[in-house]
């Protein structure tokens, strides 16, 4: 017969690998697949809790940054990653990580105007759980803000100062100038384009 502490210890064990379920359906945002969350594990309450600090829909780790970020498995489909690297238990990082994700929800809104290609695409990195991949990304300050075009790193942002917020929204605004431009050229063009409708309306047209 199992003692008190036997059935604690089983009941603990259980909430963990429960918790651990959440978390990968919820924080992956469809970015990691059967595979790979098979492979994930919690390692203590501790990393649920500073990854739940960081209010971002699209978190990545170890699993999935690479096969997104750095080797997709369709270069072609986004053209540009932001990641945010920032431990969740640091404070300046708590403060931009709202601001973040409104700049992420901007951004992508106004930059995803195609059906099948994504422009641009936001997402952040919990350096106090996968502290192995900051430093493998050239992570030495906290917040810093890559900008990755390509699988290829193009752009890097520090912060540290009270006026982060505006700092950034300037560094996007300036980042993202050529991908604005492509964006509205891709919007133009598609209005352009004729529809099935009006090539069937031009025949009609036409035979009369």
Aim: proline share 3%.
């Amino acid at each position: 017969m199992m003692s008190f502490a036997s059935i604690s210890t089983a009941c603990c064990y259980l909430q963990v690998c429960l918790l651990g379920c959440v978390v990968v359906s919820v924080s992956s945002a469809g970015l990691i697949n059967i595979e790979e969350a098979q492979q994930v594990t919690i390692s203590s309450f501790a990393d649920l809790q500073i990854s739940a600090s960081l209010p971002h829909r699209r978190l990545l780790n170890r699993l999935t940054f690479h096969g997104n970020v750095v080797h997709p498995k369709d270069d072609d489909r986004v053209t540009d990653w932001i990641v945010n690297f920032c431990p969740g238990w640091w404070a300046p990082c708590q403060s931009l990580a709202g601001p973040f994700a409104d700049m992420a929800e901007e951004w992508e809104s106004r930059l995803n105007t195609e059906m099948v290609n994504l422009n641009i695409r936001f997402a952040t990195v919990d350096c106090a759980v996968d502290k192995v991949l900051c430093n493998e990304q050239g992570v030495d300050g906290y917040p810093t803000v890559h900008r990755y075009t390509k699988g290829k790193r193009s752009a890097t942002w520090v912060g540290g100062n009270q006026q982060d917020k505006e700092r950034l929204a300037n560094w996007l605004t300036q980042k993202m100038a050529s991908t604005s431009k492509n964006a509205e050229a891709s919007k133009s063009k598609a209005a352009a384009k004729p529809t099935v409708e009006d090539r069937k309306s031009t025949r009609l047209n036409s035979s009369h």
